[in-house]
């Protein structure tokens, strides 16, 4: 079934640390999308691209990175891991397409630094 | 930045209807979508609009004004599945979303 994954499905971490979260979509989709999910804030865009070879920087991006090397496959990495990074990381895609461009959600990795 | 409301927690009885109202003020508009997320699992896409107007979809219906800057989501004939999360998300005019916090329906028998 087509969809997208994540990698891992959670983790522990020590705080300095780096950690890189895979994110790989099927559909063929141009852009991709890294939410961070905390309780009572709701979901807030970390990075985007747009299209493979291109990123851009969301709503909260300090201290993560990403790449886009080719069109599936969208790494989230924490250079040195800090508790305040304990969270839910969703990765999305999109057609990126005019009109609807629906986003469709990955399972999440539940991401714990301690 | 943006700014994207909508109740906190709403319980409902199994077979009754609920409204989850949104109201926003974001920088720009390019559509309103709402999802839904039930506990431990990702959001799944439910409904769009960019039109004023009702988009009616089996036992949901999605409403949008613009002008008033306000959608709700409707929730007919409530199941036991039915209680989750549900998500209002606005498009702004760079096209990148941005999310209510969510409201949480728990549906009772």
């Known amino acids: 079934i087509a969809g997208i994954t994540q990698a891992p499905t959670s983790q522990i971490l020590a705080a300095g640390r780096r950690m890189t979260l895979r994110c790989t979509q099927d559909?063929?989709?141009?852009?991709m999308y890294w939410y961070r999910q905390d309780l009572g804030l709701g979901l807030r865009l970390i990075h985007y691209?747009?299209?493979?070879?291109?990123?851009g920087k969301g709503e909260v991006p300090d201290g993560y990175s990403v790449s886009r090397a080719n069109t599936d496959d969208f790494p989230l990495t924490l250079a040195s891991a800090v508790p305040s990074q304990t969270s839910v990381y969703f990765c999305?895609?999109?057609?990126?397409?005019?009109?609807?461009?629906?986003?469709?959600f990955g399972p999440g990795t539940r991401l714990t630094v301690l | 930045g943006q700014n994207i409301d909508q109740p906190t927690e709403m319980t409902a009885t199994e077979g009754a209807i609920v409204q989850i109202n949104c109201t926003y003020q974001?920088?720009?508009?390019?559509?309103l979508f709402w999802y839904q997320q039930h506990a431990g699992e990702a959001p799944t896409f439910l409904s769009y609009?960019?039109?004023?107007g009702l988009e009616e979809k089996g036992r949901f219906s999605s409403f949008l004004s613009r002008s008033k800057g306000y959608s709700y989501l409707l929730l007919k004939e409530l199941q036991m599945k039915d209680s989750a999360s549900y998500l209002c998300?606005?498009?702004?005019?760079?096209?990148?979303?941005?999310f209510g916090a969510g409201t949480t329906v728990t549906v009772r028998a």
């Open positions: 998300a606005v498009r702004d005019g760079d096209y990148k979303l941005s």
């Open positions: 974001t920088s720009g508009f390019n559509g």
């Open positions: 559909m063929r989709h141009n852009a």
């Open positions: 999305a895609s999109s057609e990126g397409s005019s009109g609807t461009d629906t986003q469709y």
């Open positions: 609009n960019v039109l004023d």
């Open positions: 691209s747009n299209t493979a070879g291109t990123t």
